[in-house]
T-cell receptor, first 116, second 115 residues
Framework: AQSVAQPEDQVNVAEGNPLTVKCTYS??????LFWYVQYPNRGLQFLLK????DNLVKGSYGFEAEFNKSQTSFHLKKPSALVSDSALYFC??????????????WGLGTSLAVNP | EAQVTQNPRYLITVTGKKLTVTCSQN?????MSWYRQDPGLGLRQIYY???????DKGDVPEGYKVSRKEKRNFPLILESPSPNQTSLYFC??????????????FGPGTRLTVL
């Protein structure tokens, strides 16, 4: 079965420190991986995606993610966290064998709290 | 500004009273989709549409209907809402190129409470 796991419900980090939000996946074939962020009372905003090529993907707001095929992981990272990065982060993978349906399979989210 | 809009943003209703949540995108996307987000269950797809007049069920379609009469609009219809449809609903859209790697863009969400 295809799935995405975000093993940490919450991550706490001090402002200025590096942050990592973890994601592992299980999908047949080559994975298409995405990170989205959800701020309170706002929709899901796209951060970055991995399709192919360089394993290190750079995205919006200084975020980046590293694709590791052997570990089936796609961890989100940022070198220096800001208080404004506090939000709910979702990892998702494009479902395979779904025909033309662009359905995404989602992790349950990780709440990131950046403390001043 | 390129965006996906949803209305209403918040809705409290009673069991059995028909309602429609509208979704509109201004990016000329072919593909549109509805998800619901519930604690502990994450986001699950309700319905999707490949283009005008082409719709299909997602993972949790029971109790919902959709229509796609215009490319930009994809309303979600609850003919007889029940309390188990209390949830946060998201509409999404994307292009439908053969590469299948297109990014989906999401609306701001509609928080629905059915009493």
């Amino acid at each position: 079965a295809q799935s995405v796991a975000q093993p940490e419900d919450q991550v706490n980090v001090a402002e200025g420190n590096p942050l990592t939000v973890k994601c592992t996946y299980s999908v047949s074939g080559n994975p298409y991986l995405f990170w989205y962020v959800q701020y309170p009372n706002r929709g899901l905003q796209f951060l970055l995606k991995y399709i192919t090529g360089d394993n290190l993907v750079k995205g919006s707001y200084g975020f980046e993610a590293e694709f590791n095929k052997s570990q089936t992981s796609f961890h989100l990272k940022k070198p220096s966290a800001l208080v404004s990065d506090s939000a709910l982060y979702f990892c998702a993978v494009r479902a395979h064998n779904a025909g033309n349906n662009r359905k995404l399979i989602w992790g349950l989210g990780t709440s990131l709290a950046v403390n001043p | 500004e390129a965006q996906v809009t949803q209305n209403p943003r918040y809705l409290i209703t009673v069991t059995g009273k028909k309602l429609t949540v509208t979704c509109s995108q201004n990016m000329n996307h072919e593909y549109m989709s509805w998800y619901r987000q519930d604690p502990g269950l994450g986001l699950r797809q309700i319905y999707y549409s490949m283009n005008v007049e082409v719709t299909d069920k997602g993972d949790v379609p029971e109790g919902y209907k959709v229509s796609r009469k215009e490319k930009r609009n994809f309303p979600l219809i609850l003919e007889s809402p029940s309390p188990n449809q209390t949830s946060l609903y998201f509409c999404a859209s994307s292009f439908l190129t053969p590469s299948t790697t297109d990014t989906q863009y999401f609306g701001p969400g509609t928080r629905l409470t059915v009493l």
